[in-house]
């Protein structure tokens, strides 16, 4: 299963026109968070990327999660050098970005193949166009997230359900919402995931859950 989810993201990137891609500096990727989240050491920094425009399935949405995560770590393995195009960063300081390896663009590899869906919500300064031909692409293609019919739960609706969820139990149970300070460790942020909380829902309250793979 790992050997044909690689060779079906590495098709996916070989299909791509190569980018045209701005000046960047290298960067080194170090560990791989989920499939739209990776660590890397840019200019002496260790800094989180958010992939730009895109939106892969969480975790806990097996084995979809899983699967995206793979994918990203073929086209951008450990220990390889990429070019960030970046966006912007997010309120929680991670760096929202295309990422470049090869003169291919990650982000676009990762939606052809059905790995991920288009962040429509957060398009803005990517090639709309390209990532829309892509999706539909891969959807008529029936791969990745659209091998059943209608896709899998977006994952922005998945983490929605999942607060609301989550906001409902603790509210009948009389428990607090976390935040931040709150959590303070990744031991702590590793206990929630245990308990039920998304990777994204950790991240959102200042956890860096991939500190420990570094």
Known sequence: MTRRITLIALAAAAMLPAAKIAPAQAATVLSIGDGDTLRVQDRGRTITVRLACIDAPEMGQSPWGQQARQQLQALAPIGSTIALRSKATDRYGRQVAEVIRSGRTINQALVASGAAFVYWQYISGCDRQTYSRLESEARLRGVGVWSTPGAITR??????????????????????????????????AQELLRQGLGSHEIRDRGIDIDAATK
């Open 155 to 188: 994952p922005w609706e998945f983490r929605r359900s999942r607060r609301s969820g989550a906001a409902s139990v603790g509210a009948a149970a009389g428990e607090r919402r976390y935040r931040c300070r709150d959590i303070g460790s990744y031991a702590r």
